[in-house]
């Protein structure tokens, strides 16, 4: 039987929520598995959701409070439908509010971090369930809302990108080796920071490797000319090549408690592409220890993961098969299933 679901942007701007890569990948990416197994979809904002929903299921991404909120929800509560609160990072407790990425960057004043925080949070307060992207989540969400229930819905591979063409091997001992680093969005620069220096001497040991950079990041770094090349974002649709053509990606983050809930985006896009991830050791990159994560916590650990991957046969024994094995940890078709046996046992309640 097929179902009717909605997922629905909640963010400030109408016009540009499809260019959200967290609605992409928490809403697109479900509402393509889902689609493909035979439902019907809605993606659309909040403020274009019917007055009267007739959905099975609606998924709120990162609901801010308001009264069209309030009665969206109140309405689809009452004609049945599962309705659920998506969140995927830690936006809605004040008291974590200065270890906002926007706050260390100075972006934004923590004042006004506060009320887009508060304004999640009452927001929050109208779901009976909420959906998370990582366990650090679970249990934030649990502090915050004792009583709600919590459904872990990890992110996953892009389902579209299952149709894409694999690039060439570049796993030879005379393959062109760069590093890839893809932010995508502000608020890195202090993450970039906590790699630099061992990035700066790697390049300055390797010649023949150069460091791609792509998104909006301030940063400086020592090398030779030509060795760093700095790129604007690109769109989603365009964001595979550059993906594709690294030797190695690079995701650090600083330590906070809002990079612990992060979710291990960059590791899983990389090794689906066959490519491993040195990267900062959060719970979820943890999960991804032999699909793709080289955990680094120190510099020095930054440092050695990438001599070692200057050697042909380790590098080829860690890329072996590691699509495959990171498909097993995140595949959207397994998560649209948890969505969809959610929907089941509510009807069944």
């Known amino acids: 039987m097929s179902l009717r679901c909605a997922f629905v942007a909640c963010n400030r701007n109408p016009s540009r929520f499809r260019q959200d890569p967290s609605y992409i990948y928490r809403c697109e990416n479900l509402a393509a598995a889902m689609q493909a197994a035979g439902h019907h979809v809605f993606l659309g904002h909040l403020r274009d959701l019917p007055l009267r929903p007739q959905f099975d299921v609606l998924l709120f991404h990162r609901p801010r409070y308001s009264l069209r909120l309030r009665l969206a929800v109140h309405a689809a509560r009452r004609a049945g439908a599962l309705v659920l609160a998506d969140v995927d990072d830690l936006v809605f407790d004040e008291r974590q509010a200065a270890f906002s990425p926007a706050v260390l960057n100075r972006q934004l004043p923590l004042q ?125 649709a365009d964001f595979h090549p550059r993906v594709q053509e690294g030797w190695v990606n690079l995701a650090p983050l600083e330590a906070t408690p809002f990079t612990r809930c992060k979710s291990a985006l960059k590791v899983m896009e990389a090794a689906f592409w066959g490519i491993p991830t ?72």
Not at 130 to 144: G, K, N, Y
Not at 279 to 305: I, M, N, V, Y
Not at 323 to 345: C, F, G, K, P
């Open 278 to 349: 040195v990267c900062s050791p959060t719970p979820d990159a943890e999960r991804f220890a032999a699909a793709g994560a080289l955990l680094a916590q120190s510099g020095k650990q930054w440092l050695a993961h990438l001599e070692a991957l200057l050697d042909f046969h380790y590098y080829r024994q860690l890329t072996t098969s590691l699509r495959e094995r990171v498909l097993a940890l995140a595949d959207v078709q397994t998560i649209a299933a948890r969505l969809l046996a959610e929907v089941h046992r509510e009807r069944a309640a």
């Open 112 to 236: 006004t971090v506060r009320r887009q925080y508060l304004a999640h949070y009452r927001a929050l307060q109208l779901f009976d369930v909420i959906a998370v992207s990582t366990q650090p989540l679970v249990e934030a969400v649990a502090r915050s809302f004792p009583g709600t229930r919590i459904r872990l819905l990890p992110n996953a591979v892009h389902y579209r990108w299952r149709t894409l063409s694999a690039p060439p091997s570049r796993s030879g001992p005379s393959a062109r080796k760069v590093m890839t680093y893809l932010p995508g969005t502000a608020s890195h620069d202090r993450d970039f920071a906590v790699m630099a220096e061992p990035i700066r001497i790697f390049l300055d040991r390797h010649p023949d490797v150069s460091l791609h950079v792509t998104g909006p990041i301030d940063f400086s770094l020592a090398a030779r000319p030509g060795q760093v090349i700095h790129r604007d974002k690109v769109a989603f």
